[in-house]
């Protein structure tokens, strides 16, 4: 039979383990807030209203969740402190408020990448003159006149653009 595990061991484990998954999301919210502002304009050439108003509350989540971490690392080091003086119904308590506050900043985390992930698939260009190769290989897409355009998926105005006014001629000229 194994020697049995004393609790000290047991709790650093286990706070390595929730640093690392603090740390993780972090790093992640960072890079998806850092690289959606970066490539904004490759990420969505032409942004409709609503991918914008989506981009905002995905990266006002990543922001809330960056924020929730950091108040929970708090909590933990206070309920850390509270636990190694043997205080232990402080330290519950504290544990108490922190569970809910990491289920909260994981939903958040969540719901913020996938807002963010969405607008770059909706702004994915998609015409016939926009095969994803040619796309992934930079080569800009033209229409029948051999006119480059880009294109995306129409979200929120699909209206057509107006049609330029043709130039009238007098038709009363020599007579």
């Not at 929730?18 to 993780?24: F, H, M, N, P, R």
């Not at 043997?86 to 719901?111: C, N, W």
């Not at 807002?115 to 770059?120: C, D, E, F």
């Amino acid at each position: 039979m194994s020697d049995p595990v004393d609790n000290n061991t047991i709790f650093s484990a286990m706070a390595q383990e929730a640093s690392g998954l603090y740390d993780l999301i972090i790093k992640i919210a960072s890079l998806f807030l850092g690289g959606t502002l970066l490539f904004i304009e490759k990420i969505t050439p032409h942004p409709s209203a609503c991918s914008v108003h989506l981009l905002g509350i995905g990266w006002l989540l990543l922001i809330i969740t960056i924020v929730l971490i950091a108040i929970i690392r708090l909590i933990n080091i206070k309920s850390g402190n509270h636990a190694m003086g043997s205080e232990m119904d402080h330290a519950k308590a504290l544990d108490r408020i922190g569970l809910p506050l990491t289920y909260v900043a994981l939903s958040s985390f969540a719901l913020g990448l996938i807002l963010i992930a969405s607008v770059g698939l909706v702004n994915i260009p998609i015409n016939d003159n926009c095969r994803m190769e040619k796309c992934m290989n930079n080569e800009e897409p033209k229409n029948e006149d051999g006119i480059k355009k880009r294109g995306s998926l129409p979200f929120g105005n699909t209206k057509p653009e107006p049609k330029p006014a043709e130039p009238k001629t007098d038709t009363t000229q020599g007579k």
